[in-house]
């Protein structure tokens, strides 16, 4: 466990002085923080969003907004906290104006989301929106990769991890309750999927 933390201790050092990113002068000319993640170190459930938004970045925490505080909700519904789960985003540097991150900016924020989940080794990933899912589905080369999120949405998919077996469940983005309210319980029954690997 405390090697686990040192590992993630190193991540954090790593990112905080990245100054290759195409981020990192945004980051510092707003007195931005990186948002590492935040939870377990020993989570079965890890939460995969795309970036931090404009409160992440001040905050230096994942989904601490309006999104974040759906996600605390969708969490509770299915009788979990943040502290049992761990949460992080593909990029760890805020995109200007929330834009799509640029493929350059994803392979180089890759290899520390990598070495995240084979920290914590999860047996359950649950990507938070399209651009997640796509991630990740394409990661592990799972064969469903390419499909809409609207057809993949709460499915249990197969994937083979470093240390073993894993399931990816996507998921729609908790954002997506805030601006179409019809969705939310859509989302709430996607998000019961993951109640059988609560523990
Ligand atoms: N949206 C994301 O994808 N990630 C965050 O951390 C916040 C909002």
Redesign the pocket.
């Known amino acids: 466990m405390a090697d686990r933390m040192e590992q993630m201790r190193q991540i954090k050092d790593e990112i905080l002085h990245l100054e290759t990113s195409p981020l990192y002068a945004y980051r510092t000319e707003n007195n931005y923080y990186p ?1 590492i993640g935040e939870g377990s170190h020993s989570a079965n459930i890890m939460f995969i ?5 404009k ?2 970045a001040q905050q230096g925490r ?4 309006a ?2 505080r759906v996600l605390d909700q969708l969490l509770e519904s299915i009788g979990l906290q943040r502290a049992d789960v761990y ?1 992080t ?1 593909v990029v760890k540097d805020r995109p200007p104006e929330n834009r799509d991150p640029t493929p350059e900016e994803i392979a180089l924020y890759t290899p520390f989301l990598v070495r995240q989940i084979n920290i914590i080794q999860p047996r359950v990933i649950a990507t ?2 399209r ?2 899912m796509d991630f990740v589905l394409d990661l592990f080369d799972i064969p469903e990769k390419g499909g809409k999120i609207s057809k993949m949405r709460g499915q249990v998919l197969d994937a083979q991890a470093e240390y073993g077996a894993i399931h990816v469940v996507p998921l729609y ?3 997506v309750a805030l601006y179409n309210q019809s969705q939310r319980k859509t989302i709430e029954e996607d998000f019961a999927v993951l109640k059988e690997f609560v523990t």
């Open positions: 948002v969003g795309e970036a931090p938004g409160n992440e994942p989904f601490c907004g999104s974040g949460i985003n938070l929106g651009f997640a983005h908790p954002a």
